[in-house]
């Protein structure tokens, strides 16, 4: 829970969306290699995964249901060389082994091998620029490049999950101490903080541009998760039968909560929300947004009730809450 007056994380909140916040955010690192290593993860991926070195995809992964198992990003790092980046890889890597029986193929969990720090914000390109070796001007979004700070080797990946315009930067796990140190030299020149609040950078400036976590889409489609432009139903993937039979019933909305109480409400994962007395779904996460000046949430919703203006209530306390225009909260 984040309350309004939090002087700390406000701060941080304003930090990435005026200037530069960077924090350490390693994620589950897979990497997967093989001459059948592509073929593979595109049948385990919704999204056409790209065999072009240094090339990202955001990609959900389903079960037999046809109903998000995980979303992750995978990238090519080399020729049969892929990078996944999921913070659930104990769920990943048993659906590698169910369809790897046969496949050139065999990966490697990074997690203690690989760590990254974030720098997101407006400033971050300058930041960066005025470290690396190489300037990465020209990088595009969901792209990978190797580059150099000093003597320190690092990869850099253009990827976030603020909304904001940033970077990823990636090192071996014991180098990770240093990046820190070369992060906070640079950081007085262009206002940069570390953060402090994990909820901040995991939920509430996410959630404020329509970025949900795994635990949110949890049951749904793609579609149902507002993720239907990933899925490429012309080409086989796991979970495509039953994603082709499926209707969709419930959408992810966002929600906002009533004026005036936003400091003190609590409202937690999975409370119900009701439309006149009668529980219609659940809210599957609410926090303060520092830049939005509101509390706000997605929840998890009979598609009847999906409307944007719809009054519903939510929680242990009946708070009035109204399904917003769209999940994303801030452009």
Known sequence: MLFREDKVARADAEAVRKNVGWYCWT????????????????YICVNVISDTVGVSKYTTMLNDEGKILDDTIVTCMAENV??????????FQPLLKQYAEGKDVEWEDLTEVIGMYAVQGPKSLDMLNSMLETPIDDMKRFRMADNKIGDLPVRIHRSGFTGENGYEVYVKREELPQLHDLLAEASPK??????????????SLPMEKGMALKQDMAGLTPSEAGLGWSVHMEKDFHGKEALESYEDQYKLVGIVLDEGRESYEDIAQNEPICHKGVQCGIVRQMIYGYTVEKNIGFAIVDKKFAEPGT???????????????????LD
């Open 27 to 42: 994620h589950d690192l897979v990497e997967v290699r093989g001459k059948d290593a592509h073929d593979l993860l595109d």
């Open 82 to 91: 892929y990078w996944v980046s999921t913070l659930y890889g104990p769920k």
């Open 190 to 203: 262009f206002d940069a903080r570390e953060l402090q609040t994990l909820e901040v950078y995991v939920r």
């Open 311 to 329: 009054l519903l209530t939510a929680g242990p306390n009946f708070a009035k809450v109204t399904v917003a225009e769209d999940k994303k909260f």
